[in-house]
C-alpha cells in the first residue's frame, strides 16, 4: 500500500490555491478591461471629448481641437471675437455634435449703397446684393441692375471698401392693342423694348412713337393694329350711396357709417382702328369681378321743435300746433285723462311719454316733452279715428285709444 506523505498534501493545495488565486485576479483584470473599453465607447458621446474644428474667418482657415459643446465656445478657445453685426454660419447657440464641425464667420464691414442721388452707407455682413439692398431699407426690382465693387477713394466714401451701385429700371406703360401693360426695362430706346420684350411689329401696326425714341421712366407707349379688334380691360364700377335721416343726431351732423368701395368689372370692347386712331367702340362683354359696397351715410335731422311758452295755457299750445278750435273740448279730455296735462308724463310701466302718451315714445322725437310736438303729432294721430270726435268717441267706449 502507497503510504501518504502529509507534506506532499500540503505542498499540492498550495499550488491549488495559488492557481486559483492567479485566476481570480486575472478575471478581475479582465473585467476591469471590459468595463474601460465600455466607459471609452460611452465617451463618444461625451461632451468633453475633443472636436477637430475648422474655422474659416474672412479668408483665412484655422482648424483646432476643443472640448467645446457650442459654436460661441469653440471660436473662444481660438481667441476669436466677433461683433454683433457679424454673420456667423451655425449661429453662435449652436450645439456641436459632431467630431468634425466647420464654422463660417462673415465680418460685417461698411459698404456704400449709391441709388441714384442717394448715397446710403451701411454695416453689413451681407455677401449678396440683393440683401446689402435690404440691409440699407431698399427694395429691388427683378429688373433692376446691381453692382458691387471696390471703392476708388476709402477717404470719401467714409472709409468703406465696397460699393454696390443700383440701376433702376424704367417704367413703361405700354397699350398692346388694347391692353394695358406695365413694363419694367433698361433698354434704352423703343426699339431695345421691343426686342427685349419680344414684340414684332406688323406691317399694317401703328406704334405712336419712333422706335428710336430714348425711353424716359412712366412714359406710354400704344401699340395699335388697324382695323376691327377686340380688347378687355378691368374698370371701376362706381359706388352707390345712400343716406338715412337720424333724429337724434343735431341737424347738420354727418356720419359716415359704412365707407363706400369701388367695385371692378372685367369688360370687353370691339374696337375700330384707323391710321392709329380709335373710331369706334362697342362694349360687347361684361364680367364683375368685385362687387361694390354702398355707402351709408347718416344725417343728423334733430331740431328744437315748434316754440312754445312754457307758462302758456292749453289753448295757445293747441293753436300752436295747428289743432281747430272746434276741436279743443275733445283735445281737452283726452289730453286729460292720458297725461293730465304734464309735458313730462313718463308711464312707468309701458314708456308711453308726453301729453298723447305715445307709444313707443320715439314716435314723437326726440323733443317729445314739447307739448306743440306732441299735439302736433296726436292731431295726426286720431285720424285714423276720423278725427277728434272719432277718437273722443272710441275712448269713451274703451277708454283708451
Not at 481641437?65 to 451655425?90: S, W
Not at 412713337?209 to 379688334?229: A, P, S
Request: net charge negative.
Amino acid at each position: 500500500m502507497r503510504k501518504f506523505n502529509l507534506e506532499n498534501i500540503l505542498g499540492g493545495m498550495k499550488v491549488k490555491w495559488l492557481a486559483v488565486a492567479v485566476i481570480a485576479v486575472f478575471s478581475v483584470i479582465l473585467i476591469g478591461t471590459a468595463g474601460v473599453a465600455r466607459a471609452s465607447e460611452s465617451g463618444n458621446n461625451n461632451a468633453n471629448e475633443k472636436r477637430l474644428v475648422t474655422i474659416y474667418d474672412d479668408g483665412t482657415e484655422r482648424t483646432i481641437l476643443t472640448h467645446a459643446n457650442t459654436v460661441e465656445k469653440a471660436l473662444n478657445d481660438a481667441g476669436i471675437v466677433t461683433e454683433k453685426a457679424d454673420d456667423i454660419e451655425p449661429k453662435l447657440d449652436a450645439k456641436l455634435t459632431d467630431t468634425s464641425t466647420n464654422i463660417i464667420i462673415y465680418r460685417a464691414r461698411p459698404v456704400v449703397v449709391i441709388d441714384g442721388s442717394r448715397q446710403i452707407r451701411v454695416v453689413t455682413a451681407a455677401q449678396t446684393q440683393t440683401a446689402i439692398a435690404e440691409a440699407a431699407n431698399l427694395t429691388l426690382d427683378p429688373a433692376d441692375k446691381t453692382e458691387l465693387k471696390r471703392v476708388n477713394d476709402m477717404l470719401t466714401s467714409g472709409g468703406a471698401g465696397l460699393q454696390l451701385i443700383i440701376t433702376r429700371a424704367k417704367t413703361v406703360n405700354l397699350i398692346l392693342y388694347g391692353n394695358h401693360l406695365t413694363l419694367k426695362t433698361q433698354a434704352k430706346t423703343i426699339a431695345e423694348l421691343l426686342d427685349e420684350k419680344n414684340i414684332k411689329l406688323a406691317a399694317d401696326d401703328f406704334i405712336n412713337t419712333e422706335t428710336d425714341t430714348v425711353i424716359t421712366d412712366n412714359m406710354n407707349l400704344e401699340i395699335w393694329r388697324e382695323g376691327k379688334q377686340t380688347v378687355t380691360a378691368e374698370e371701376e364700377i362706381a359706388f352707390t350711396s345712400q343716406t338715412i335721416n337720424d333724429p337724434t343726431k343735431e341737424k347738420g351732423q354727418r356720419e359716415v357709417r359704412t365707407a363706400g368701395v369701388n367695385g371692378k368689372r372685367s369688360v370687353t370692347y370691339e374696337i375700330d382702328m384707323k391710321n392709329g386712331q380709335e373710331v369706334a367702340r362697342q362694349e360687347i362683354q361684361s364680367v364683375e369681378i368685385a362687387p361694390s359696397v354702398t355707402e351709408v351715410i347718416i344725417v343728423g335731422t334733430k331740431t328744437a321743435g315748434p316754440a312754445y311758452n312754457p307758462n302758456g295755457t292749453h289753448e295757445e299750445w293747441m293753436r300752436a300746433a295747428g289743432i281747430a278750435p272746434e276741436n279743443f273740448a275733445y283735445v281737452e279730455f283726452l289730453v286729460a285723462r292720458e297725461s293730465g296735462w304734464n309735458p313730462n308724463a313718463v308711464n312707468r310701466s309701458s314708456g308711453a311719454c308726453g301729453l298723447p302718451q305715445a307709444l313707443p315714445c320715439s314716435k314723437l322725437g326726440p323733443n317729445w316733452n314739447n307739448p306743440v310736438v306732441a299735439l302736433s303729432w296726436m292731431n295726426g294721430y286720431v285720424g285714423r279715428y276720423g278725427g277728434w270726435a272719432g277718437a273722443y268717441n272710441f275712448w269713451m267706449t274703451h277708454h283708451w285709444y
